[in-house]
């Protein structure tokens, strides 16, 4: 592919709900573009974007893809993303550095659930919109709900441009609202020509409000259209270029891609509407301690963000990079602004889809791959050598179902951590920690696909097989009461014997505050040497669990008497008495189990409260309190025992129909009811 100048590239993210035709739509602008000859299909397996065997597996996208193709002497830079809840971060990286982001809509379905959270995401981050209304041509499909739909949920940046000709199965064609033209496709190209008379009043009466919409944003059309003058179809196009770029206006084209009907007047408003890179806001940058604006100069420091790193076991890591600055070609080299590693870029290539072409130079704006990179990740950012530039990291969401991995063979665990980091690598968005409580190696993801896929591709790319085991829960043990015991330990059998006496009280502590040892042995009852021997012998007991074998915590002991034999006593022996003692004195103290609470952040619709407010309440939650997020959505604050919310990312899901999002974090720990206690003990032997 050849080189583009920064004002003719498009840089788009096609985005929205699992099922929407996001896929289907990048086959037919490759189609409509003649990058590929026909239009493969997901459930085939034979699209450009969709490549990974677990895509084809489960017919849906996983990983973001790029497909870049030309339309009218412009480099389009298109990524396909995830619509699914599990594969958000996907979405999170793609908006990070596109310019666009085009919205599908299913015509049948309406807005969904992803749209919402991934509109959400795109207002945050201030990417301008534009909406495709895809599937006209199947029953039960409106454009004129969909619309109303989207007014009610985005507001009055909604601005239709076209019209669909014809409904459900009649569906052939749209009304071109700019040009009063209409676009026929019944021989499956477009066919320009009048517009019909069943739509001629209705195509007026928009387009009349179309144009009053638009000069409403330029002071002088605006005076010239209410002196009668009428603009151009350019002069309109380029005021609404310009909201769209502010992201005040959000315009909506319909079609169908499985048609594909329409899909070539999409590529065409994408070249009209959407902005280039340098129209948007200057990168911002940390240098030192000091934030910068980058200007997208081709002529520029060249400058890379990496948006997106692919673990290939063959080819190595293949890195992702939005230029920010400059002009990147092969021999470059360039600084991680994290590691300080030196990176040569030996070769820099376009990818589409899996395959990779390499080109000669990319300016400013344009996203190209790289491979082999030393120590550069995902969120990196690489400026000239020797040079520590950081640009604004991606906000991945916080993954929070976490499933325990042990590996099958003794192989595998000697392969298991450094393929599990080669994964995390390429997803951001999954978190890998060891629980030195547990003894666990936990993987968190976003959700139970999420999770899944990344143990298949350990398997496949890594050759890694790992099982999968219920994550146990960090219970512990402490004391409700003070008590005291002597703890003995005696043995003679010939020669030198063993022989060590002391007697421990135990108090307890406030929670959290940990364990505190006080000596007060007086008058040479225990040595000053063998002192440090019975702490030790305490800590050790403690760490091996209380009678229901948790770690105990939150207790004071104290060492105030014992016994010694000049001969026979030793460490070892003070040691052991130490335990013995502990043990007696513990089990004479109220032991108690104490369980993990979770401060639980939920995000839920209004219409759900109640429902997930009762369901705190049957998990032993506390509602802490409620505050109104935006778009009329409750954050509801309530503290839940841990235990209770392993699996709570799918609950959730279910509960609000993929609507409601959580975080958690530790807050405390707290006594776990008596009725309880035998549960969670069978479930440590169990495991």
């Known amino acids: 592919m050849k080189v583009f100048p920064p004002e003719k590239i498009r840089n788009i993210a096609l985005v929205g709900h699992s099922g929407s035709g996001k896929t289907t739509l990048a086959e037919a602008l490759l189609f409509r573009a003649g990058a590929i000859d026909r239009i493969g299909t997901v459930e085939a397996g034979t699209t450009v974007t969709d490549y990974d065997p677990e895509e084809h597996e489960r017919g849906t996208t996983i990983t973001m893809a790029l497909a870049p193709f030309e339309w009218r002497g412009h480099k389009i830079n298109m990524i396909d993303t995830p619509g699914y809840a599990d594969y958000a971060g996907e979405l999170h990286a793609a908006l990070r550095v596109t310019d666009l982001a085009i919205f599908v809509i299913d015509a049948v379905e309406g807005v969904e659930v992803q749209t919402e959270y991934a509109w959400r995401i795109a207002e945050q981050l201030n990417t301008p919109r534009m909406i495709f209304v895809n599937k006209l041509d199947k029953e039960r499909a409106s454009f004129e709900a969909t619309v109303t739909q989207l007014r009610d949920r985005f507001g009055a940046g909604i ?361 007060k042995v007086k008058g040479g009852s225990i040595p000053r040497g063998f002192i440090p021997a019975v702490e030790k012998g305490i800590v050790e007991t403690m760490l091996e669990g209380g009678i229901h074998g948790f770690p105990v915590v939150d207790i004071e002991v104290t060492v105030d008497d014992g016994k010694y034999h000049a001969v026979d006593s030793s460490e070892m022996a003070f040691k052991l008495a130490a335990r013995a003692g502990f043990r007696d004195a513990f089990d004479a103290a109220g032991p108690v189990v104490l369980e993990p609470v979770s401060l639980v952040a939920i995000t839920v619709p209004t219409d759900f409260q109640g429902d997930v407010m009762g369901d705190i309440a049957s998990r032993r939650g506390s509602v802490q309190g409620t505050t109104t997020g935006t778009n009329g959505s409750q954050i509801v604050e309530a503290l839940i025992p841990t235990s209770e919310i392993v699996r709570y990312a799918i609950d959730l899901r279910s509960l609000t129909h993929g609507w409601g999002r959580y975080t958690a974090t530790f807050d405390h720990y707290q006594e776990l009811p008596s009725h309880l206690v035998d549960r969670a003990m069978a479930d440590a032997r169990a495991e």
């Open 159 to 519: 601005a239709p441009i076209e019209l669909p000709i014809g409904e459900e199965e009649a569906f052939h064609g749209i009304a071109d609202l700019f040009r009063d033209k209409a676009f026929i496709y019944d021989s499956g190209s477009a066919e320009a020509t009048d517009m019909p008379k069943e739509l001629v009043d209705r195509e007026h009466e928009v387009h009349d409000a179309l144009v009053e919409g638009i000069v409403v944003g330029d002071d002088d059309l605006l005076e010239r259209y209410l002196d009668g003058d009428v603009p151009s179809v350019e002069e309109l196009e380029h005021v609404m270029a310009d909201g769209v770029a502010a992201g005040r206006v959000f315009p909506v084209v319909c079609g169908s891609a499985i048609g594909p009907i329409a899909v070539d007047r999409l590529a065409d408003f994408i070249v009209e509407l959407a902005p280039a890179p340098a129209d948007r806001p200057p990168a911002i940058v940390t240098v030192g301690d000091e934030r910068v604006p980058i200007e997208k100069d081709p002529s520029g420091e060249p400058l890379a963000f990496v948006f997106k790193t692919l673990a290939d076991p063959y080819v190595g890591q293949i890195s992702l990079l939005k230029v920010l600055s400059g002009t990147l070609k092969p021999e470059t080299h360039l600084t991680s602004g994290r590691s300080g590693q030196d990176e040569r870029l030996a070769k820099i290539a376009t990818m589409f889809g899996s395959e990779t072409t390499l080109v000669q130079a990319a300016p400013a704006g344009d996203i190209i791959a790289v491979a082999k990179l030393i120590d550069t990740k995902t969120g990196d950012t690489l400026a000239p050598k020797d040079k520590l530039v950081a640009a604004e990291p991606i906000d991945f969401p916080e993954p929070v179902l976490a499933t325990a991995l042990v590996a099958r063979t003794q192989s595998d665990d000697d392969k298991m951590t450094s393929a599990l980091y080669r994964i995390l690598e390429e997803d951001a968005s999954l978190r890998l920690e060891r629980n030195s409580e547990t003894h666990q190696t936990l993987l968190y993801g976003l959700g139970d696909s999420h999770v899944n896929i990344a143990i298949e591709k350990l398997s496949r790319k890594f050759g890694v097989e790992v099982d999968q085991e219920k994550v146990r829960v960090a219970y512990r043990e402490t004391i409700t009461r003070p008590a005291d015991a002597e703890g003995k330990h005696k043995k003679q059998s010939g020669g030198h014997g063993q022989f060590g006496v002391c007697h421990l009280i135990l108090r307890p502590r406030p929670r959290g505050e940990g364990f505190e040892f006080v000596d």
